[in-house]
């Protein structure tokens, strides 16, 4: 598995409309998607930085990944997601590798991407995720 580009960068956000006014308004940057993903319990909002995404996440309920998240840490940096081929023969690779995995199987995740993430006890402390377009049969 070798990652083609930084698919985005994670951020965990308390109120996702006034932190997409400051990347809007401060940073001059335009906001090209609001997406809520239900089974994650989160709205996203997209960002595009040259050739990377920021996601933004905003926790729809307090007991969700990024409710959670910034209970224990803030807000900030969350994650980095890197994009494969083919997410499940890299994650069956990292696995075999000993990467402790927090998603054995691919999910579905914003923009219609599959996502899993790998546990950050076994990346340097540093949650990441590994993303790819649905695969064909």
């Given at each position: 598995m070798i990652p083609s580009h930084i698919e985005h960068i994670g951020i965990a956000v308390k109120d996702l409309a006034s932190s997409i006014k400051y990347y809007e308004n401060i940073l001059g940057l335009k906001c090209y998607a609001v997406?809520?993903?239900?089974d994650q319990k989160v709205r996203t909002a997209f960002f595009m930085v040259g050739q990377t995404k920021i996601e933004l996440l905003e926790s729809t309920e307090a007991d969700g990944p990024i409710g959670k998240f910034i209970e224990k840490r803030g807000e900030g940096v969350h994650h980095i997601a890197f994009a494969v081929e083919k997410l499940h023969e890299a994650l069956n690779e990292v696995e075999a590798k000993g990467v402790q995995l927090i998603d054995k199987t691919p999910r579905n995740g914003a923009e219609?991407?599959?996502?899993a993430f790998l546990h950050p006890k076994s990346t340097g402390g540093v949650l990441t995720e590994l993303c790819s377009k649905p695969e064909r049969d």
């Open positions: 997406e809520e993903v239900k219609g991407l599959q996502i």
